[in-house]
């Protein structure tokens, strides 16, 4: 006698499940059924027809459907500089003249976190890291908006107004703040909804944290436990007054301290001599690959070179865009440029994009595939825009012509966050609006007239 049919919370089908799991399975008129958050069942919509009963049914027809894409490297609040510092910088912390982090107040930080959020799940981004001033403002974003993420503090003791003139000028007072603002943090949003947001600790970068205060930072991770996120080698500036300071480069630098491990993921690593390339890979850390942010400021990271030497390699965006298939493309691009040939294809970074990211973080018993017993964090993208088709292998047209704009559902820990391509959970229209004023008043205090 056929088994009785199983009661779940969600079943989600779809014309093509790519499920990215250890078999690389696809499943043409598949469907998943979620339980407490849970993916319990993964096969044809037949199947899982006579296995499960429920109430809700997200019909996947004319969907594709993945797991949820992992950002390893974030700051929300600096949506504030898109559009503006890609053409006279490349940080604000960096670069006198447009609005700085310390101008910020909180409810400025939730206003363009919210913003960023919205943009990142807008484009399938479940899982977020985001480190900035007012951490607390991000966590309340992410966890307003229903998105998965690890949220810190932009921990670092040189004087922000001295370091936009190129001066370093370390300081207890800021060090002690920014170490008490992650503990606040901690404190409050670590392990909310039943563990969606997670916190960490997150250095800013070697020459804007003295050794003490890295020293410090190393303690307090160690006692916490999760990732420890940072900026490395990302620019010229960088690695000269990290020498200037220790006689060290700076992944030299972090290795002495103790922070280069498997759980160190550090942006950019640019500026990289040979030697630091082999300690960057024996260390089995992860460079967190921002290909559009390097480009842009007319650098390539040796990807290729540190993921031969042992180094984990996964994506993010670093607030330029949401759009991590657009991320995966300019991966590709930039090292087919630097090593002059096909070196990378779109499985490959479509797996930095999940799996890889997952690992990262330590998740990938959680999250960046679709497998029995993780959660359920899916993405289902329009099989019907021109940019999917003709669909062959499915990798190849996702990665190197699909965009973000092709998603039109998201679905984090089991709860659909994102239907037709709308917040469920949030006003982004409201959103929008809100992180427009914001901007608008800080770049007056700037000195420019924003035509918006
Ligand atoms: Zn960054």
Redesign the pocket.
Known sequence: MAKQPQPCDLLVTGDLILTLDAADRVLHGGAIAVADRTIVDIGTADELGRRWTTAKTIDGKGRIVMPGLVNV?N?TPLMITRGMIEDIGFAPMYTPGIPQGHWLREEDAYALSSLGMYELLRAGCTTVVDFYRYPGACARAAAELGVRAVIAGRVHDAEPAALATGRYDHSRAIGEASLKENAELIARWNGHDGGRIRCDWAPHAPDTCSDDLLREVKKLADAHGGNVHT?LSQLPLEVEAVRARTGLTPPQLMDKLGLLDDRLIA?HCIHLERSDIELCGKSRMTVAHAPIGNAKGGRIAPIMELREAGARIALCT?TFSGDLIEAMRWAIAMQRINRQGNVLDARTVLDWGTREGAAALGMDDKIGSLDVGKRADIVLLDNRSPSLAPLIDGYGVLVHSASGHDVDTVIVDGRVVLSDGRLTMADGDAIVARAQAVASALWQRAGRQPIG
């Open positions: 490297h700051h900026h942006a670093d």
